[in-house]
């Protein structure tokens, strides 16, 4: 079969690109690839044919309004054409890595600030992306989470197909060695918040505080402003590690001693998936798809009720008990061998068949 795959960006730093990044390979075995992307930042595998997209990809939405327009001068004939989320105005397969209109829902219910492009042109993008989900041959949804969204937001429930995402393989190193790396220091107690503020740094930065003795260390492509000055505000600076953007943040969670992501809304949870990969504990709320595979006491801790008040009980029973983040530490990384990104490939295949048949 002749695929055409589109994305953004194919990196390993950014959640849709970093899908594509372990999907295109494992397709590319079996199918003829051609890849679609603005950024080319990881190696491409030998026998994919890569098309540039002229998108302006300066900031978040001249990336996201320009890149379909863009698509749509260089694509090509294909007996399938799979994108992620709308980025373009027509596909075979779409994988939903976000429902825009869940995700403002969200947003709202929790008085997140959000940018001034997404306040302007957000019902735009999402009647977009509604059209594009209701015409798709196949939908594939990271979690059942995004699945019952689809259907409530934008009434499509055939077609619609949960392909959770998959658990990297991963090698650590020891935390003495990823904090000395990370200027992190030896003997503290150390929360881990990786990825968009607005997805819950807030709660953890609070509950982080009402815990003497841990401390917070942030991995963010967000500014860092806002962050000390919020750690400011609440008496945090001493005990905020701020570190910003890393392509690679296997050492983050080598460092750590659990993650904090009490997220108000994720179609899955990709940090979640690489953290528990590493061993690491994640505290997690059910507003993150990647809790449908998590067993509580287990193999991660979700937050149910406020989450706040959820993320504190948490952060004070991690802080206090090693052999407690130990044992969720294990069902962690047990949970994560179990489902590889292979499995995730073959499911994607099954779905390329049945939208060929369609």
Known sequence: MNLGIAVHQYAPSEGTG????????????????????????????PGVQVVRVPAIMLRAYSAILSFPLALRLVRRAHDLFHVQGWISSSADVVTAHIVMAAWREAAGAARVATPLGERTLGP?????????????????????????????????????????HGFPAATGVAAATARQALGLPLDAIIALFVGDLRKGFDTALEAVRQVPGVRLA?????????????????????????????????????????????????????????????????????????????????????????????????VRALAQDAALRKRLGAGARAMAARRSWDDVARETLVVYDEAARS
């Open 18 to 45: 970093g899908y594509v990044v372990e999907l295109l390979p494992r397709i590319a075995r079996v199918h003829r690839v051609t890849l679609y992307a603005a950024r080319i930042a990881a190696p491409v595998p």
């Open 124 to 164: 735009f993008v999402q009647a977009k992306e509604a059209s594009l989900l209701q015409r798709a041959r196949r939908v594939i949804a990271p979690s059942a989470k995004v699945r019952d969204e689809i259907a409530q937001w934008y009434d499509r429930s055939d077609g619609v197909v949960v392909v959770h």
């Open 218 to 314: 942030v991995v963010s492509r967000s500014a860092q402003s806002p962050v000390m000055e919020r750690a400011d505000q609440a008496g945090m600076l001493d005990r905020l590690h701020w570190i910003g953007a890393l392509e690679d943040t296997a050492p983050a969670y080598d460092a750590a001693d659990f993650l904090l992501h009490p997220t108000i809304y994720d179609s899955f949870g990709l940090v979640v998936a690489e953290a528990m990969a590493h061993g690491l504990p994640a505290v997690v709320t059910r507003a993150a798809g990647i809790a449908e595979l998590i067993r509580h006491g287990e193999s991660g801790w979700l937050v149910d009720g406020e989450p706040l008040a959820g993320t504190l009980t948490a």
